[in-house]
């Protein structure tokens, strides 16, 4: 089973480029996260959707768009990208919006010159 | 605002002891409490979580405990084996809701 996948594995980007982080998920999951992971800080929520055609603003949205079209896909786009968003990114799902096991994809290494 | 403390940082056993990490939290309205572990290059995957009508929680070689009023939960790992060779995080939900804020890690070593 695929579970959820993310794409690209890493990238090199330059700065003040755009980029869109891919994630899409076959557990029919309602809700949806994008994280990203910096040493020493944990993991940060980015965006969240409880439900296709919903989203919502995390702890660190700035920088970041998300859109949920349909409840498989979640992508997250950074329109002009700059070097403090180099980072480690994470797609999860949960089966609802309650306190539900998160299961996380395998992530997206960024990294931003 | 909201935050968790993760303690310690790294820690390092014989393999065959245990283990402990400990997290405080600040919301006093934070009710549910998981514990992930990640593998190198791997996202992170529940190994356990409790809730706050309960003071403990066992599965097999792992443990945790809640303490509400001291405002921390502690995860266990008894005869810890290499496999447990990990950087653990705990997590405290974001009041009621179904937010996580999450402690830095600890990266746990078992030494053969």
């Known amino acids: 089973t695929a579970g959820i996948t993310q794409a690209p594995t890493s990238q090199i980007l330059a700065a003040g480029r755009s980029m869109t982080l891919r994630c899409t998920q076959d557990?029919?999951?309602?809700?949806m996260y994008w994280y990203r992971q910096d040493l020493g800080l944990g993991l940060r929520l980015i965006h969240y959707?409880?439900?296709?055609?919903?989203?919502g603003k995390g702890e660190v949205p700035d920088g970041y768009s998300v859109s949920r079209a349909n409840t498989d896909d979640f992508p997250l786009t950074l329109a002009s990208a700059v070097p403090s968003q180099t980072s480690v990114y994470f797609c999860?799902?949960?089966?609802?919006?309650?306190?539900?096991?998160?299961?996380f994809g395998p992530g997206t290494r960024l990294l931003v010159l | 605002g909201e935050n968790v403390e993760q303690h310690p940082s790294t820690l390092s056993v014989q393999e065959g002891d245990s283990a402990v990490i400990k997290c405080t939290y600040s919301?006093?309205?934070?009710?549910?409490f998981p514990w992930y572990k990640q593998e190198l290059g791997k996202g992170p995957q529940l190994i356990i979580d409790?809730?706050?009508n309960v003071g403990e929680k066992k599965d097999q070689r792992i443990a945790v405990t809640l303490n509400k009023t001291a405002k921390h939960f502690s995860l266990h790992i008894t005869e810890t084996q290499p496999e447990d060779s990990a950087v653990y995080f705990c997590?405290?939900?974001?009041?009621?809701?179904?937010?996580?804020?999450w402690g830095a890690g600890t990266k746990l070593i078992i030494k053969p």
């Open positions: 997590a405290a939900s974001k009041g009621s809701n179904y937010q996580l804020i």
């Open positions: 919301d006093s309205a934070s009710n549910y």
């Open positions: 557990m029919r999951h309602n809700a």
């Open positions: 999860a799902t949960s089966p609802d919006r309650g306190q539900e096991t998160q299961y």
């Open positions: 959707s409880n439900t296709a055609g919903t989203t």
């Open positions: 409790i809730r706050s």
